[in-house]
């Protein structure tokens, strides 16, 4: 009886959970100032570009790489409207090209997330494996148990205004191993505090906030610890004016470095050993 009751939210939430893989961002460009994305010197191997829609809209964008697992960035509006810390299960994607999702996770009871029933019902209702759905992306299991390490979000549900727009950051493709401390210590002041205080005279505040891959992996190997976590934020203040400023921060240290729009291109142009790093369009101040 729970178990039918499981699956028939189940079904609900998959197709409400529906986000789109796509070759460009041509469904939601408008999360980029000026629908200009940062340059291909950030692009991995094997990349996907997500339009994060949910409950029938979209609610950022995220370019995911599918080989160490976790976003190179989300890009969004930042919001910090009305609707309540959402108590969600965690989305993951699709590793096939399909257009649906999956809603793997606490479902009702945090319980039933180690029950393979409830993943092998997933399976043959959607003709998919359990690896298969994490082929190419994150599943919940990756992030159980990790020590000093937690699910550090890019596009977090606190700078989204209204529910369905906070419980869509609640996707593992939106997600990297974060230092716990450094999650809930200084990136959280940065979230919540700076923030606030640099949008105050902001109309509207375009973000982007990506993570550099590191050098070691969580340990079933499956997910890269990135080494760095970076912000940068490009606002209209009015018709005219531009403002633009930037964070970073290692991945090991409870430290949030402040720079501005400038230095922190230069600094991911020397962390991706490549290609000049540009991450907002000409008109956002260096
Ligand atoms: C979840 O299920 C377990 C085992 O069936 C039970 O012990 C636990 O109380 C349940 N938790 C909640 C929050 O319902
Ligand atoms: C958002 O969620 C809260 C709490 O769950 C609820 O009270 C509120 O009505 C919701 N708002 C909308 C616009 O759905
Ligand atoms: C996380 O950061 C804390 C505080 O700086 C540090 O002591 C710890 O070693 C870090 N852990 C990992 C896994 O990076
Ligand atoms: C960075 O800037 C914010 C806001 O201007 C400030 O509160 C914070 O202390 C600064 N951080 C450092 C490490 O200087």
Redesign the pocket.
Known sequence: MLRLLLLQVLASCLWLGHSEVVTSFEDCHQFFYERATPSDALHPKKLARICQRYSNSYHYATLYDRDRRIPVYSAYIYGTG???K??TPWFVEPSTDTFSSFYLAKLINETYLKDMDTESSIEKKYKITAQQIGESQAINQDYNNLQDLNRGHLSPSGHQS???SKTATFTLTNIVPQNSTLNKGAWNDYETKTMAEKTEDCKTTYVITGAVPGNTNIPNNRVNVPSHIWSAACCLVNKKRRKAWAVIAENDKNEVENLSLGDLEARLTELYKGKRVTLFSKACPR
């Open positions: 009305s609707g309540k959402p108590h209204g529910n369905n």
